[in-house]
T-cell receptor, first 114, second 113 residues
Framework: GAGVSQTPSNKVTEKGKYVELRCDPI?????LYWYRQSLGQGPEFLIY????????DSGLPNDRFFAVRPEGSVSTLKIQRTERGDSAVYLC????????????FGSGTRLTVV | DQQVKQNSPSLSVQEGRISILNCDYT??????FLWYKKYPAEGPTFLIS?????DKNEDGRFTVFLNKSAKHLSLHIVPSQPGDSAVYFC????????????FGKGTSLLVTP
């Protein structure tokens, strides 16, 4: 596609539920990143994929968070047993390589845990 | 621990004047710095970058200055236009931060006609 697509754009879920957030990167981009932006904060790094493998998952806050990219294109961020503190905008970005100036961000998924 | 700090949450500038957005960092291992611009309900878009081997980078109306000794960088927009009104994020990366970009909290710029 022309840009990075994230679905859904908005998600409201109850505390304790499981959610999946999807990212469809720009075709041909091998690098994919997930960031989380809480209210009044800048984006915070979660995980980086190069191809199918997670090259750096040091930003995942705890084991309730998990992400996959099985075929090296679409990625899914999975959050188990959601908590109210997980409420944020989850941003996905892709690039041809690891190059911050080449990042293209999606519009994000706004997750609200009630 | 916020390693990239943007201490001004907001800035208002008249159209045609200069906008100066500031950013400080604490990690001396950072060697690449970027500015992103964000409109509401959109993802951040890359604006301009600078590597630590330079002290200035210019792209049209946008110039980034880097002062390594002070661990400070600034973004200058000249002349400012109403379409520049957005939130601007400073970001930094370095060999010890792996593949992560470290972002500041952002500065909301309003350019008034």
């Amino acid at each position: 596609g022309a840009g990075v697509s994230q679905t859904p754009s908005n998600k409201v879920t109850e505390k304790g539920k499981y959610v999946e957030l999807r990212c469809d990167p720009i075709s041909g981009h091998t690098a994919l990143y997930w960031y989380r932006q809480s209210l009044g904060q800048g984006p915070e790094f979660l995980i980086y994929f190069q191809g199918t493998g997670a090259a750096d998952d040091s930003g995942l806050p705890n084991d309730r968070f998990f992400a996959v990219r099985p075929e090296g294109s679409v990625s899914t961020l999975k959050i188990q047993r959601t908590e109210r503190g997980d409420s944020a905008v989850y941003l996905c970005a892709s690039s041809l390589g690891f190059q911050g100036d080449g990042y293209t961000f999606g519009s994000g998924t706004r997750l609200t845990v009630v | 621990d916020q390693q990239v700090k943007q201490n001004s949450p907001s800035l208002s500038v008249q159209e045609g004047r200069i906008s100066i957005l500031n950013c400080d960092y604490t990690n001396s291992m950072f060697d690449y710095f970027l500015w992103y611009k964000k409109y509401p309900a959109e993802g951040p878009t890359f604006l301009i970058s600078i590597s630590s081997i330079k002290d200035k980078n210019e792209d049209g109306r946008f110039t980034v200055f880097l002062n390594k000794s002070a661990k400070h960088l600034s973004l200058h927009i000249v002349p400012s236009q109403p379409g520049d009104s957005a939130v601007y994020f400073c970001a930094a990366s370095g060999w010890d931060s792996g593949y992560a970009l470290n972002f500041g909290k952002g500065t909301s710029l309003l350019v008034t006609p």
